[in-house]
């Protein structure tokens, strides 16, 4: 039996930074379902790579290049996508980018481009989408935050700063365009195996330091996220916006202090 509640078929859905990664995940999950969707990246060649190995059986995936940071490629992208499939039904923000060193090390160019990509360009695509959704009287945003918006980490300040401010921008925009049929919501990752962090935990010691600091005891996978993404997009949230839902195998449930009882 299929529950039409938690159907996401023949939505059109565009996604940002999906040529790999947790937007790739999310593009195949709703593409499974019955979706159009269309991905994005900067990366052509990636891009349409992913667009093959996402696309039929399952639904039409439709490869657009754009930088996220560009304001001027994200409104042609977004007139693009109406023009096209007539309206976009769900926006998922997901192209993100970081840079590890010391706060003191980072320099105005890396902050720019990683602020840049993270929170303007992702806020300036909004906007564009909702202008539409606007016009629609309806419509659902999701937002890729972090676990880092709430408890940062070391040497990723400005990534974590870019983060927070998603977490606000998604609160704003529920607030505002909630009179308008519009759901803004955001998932937030824990620590996730993608090609951005898999080095990271190669490290024996910052791998047991995870495990102990997650009581699902696994790493968190890029399709983990999609059944997040699905719900959120979903009739089934049809009275939730405005939130920021963890999924990060419980690692910011608590405090865990190596005590033992």
Known sequence: MVDKLFSVENQVVLISGASRGIGRAIAQGFAARGSTVVITGREAATLEAAAREIGPPQGEVVPIVCDAADSKAGRALVDSVVDRFGRIDTLVNCAGVNRRKKVEDFDEETYDFI???????????????????????????????????????????????????????????????????????????GFTLTDMGKRLWEDENLERWREENTPLKRIGRPEDMVGAALFLASDAASYITGQVLAVDGGTTCGLFWPIEV
């Open 115 to 189: 602020t840049n990509i993270n929170i303007r360009g992702a806020f300036l695509l909004s906007l564009a989408v909702g202008r539409q959704m606007i016009s629609a009287g309806r419509g659902c945003q999701i937002n890729i935050d972090s676990i880092n918006s709430v408890r940062p980490l070391k040497r990723v300040a400005p990534y974590a700063m870019s983060k927070a401010a998603m977490s606000q921008m998604t609160r704003c925009l529920a607030m505002e365009w909630g009179p308008h049929g519009i759901r803004v919501n955001a998932i937030a990752p």
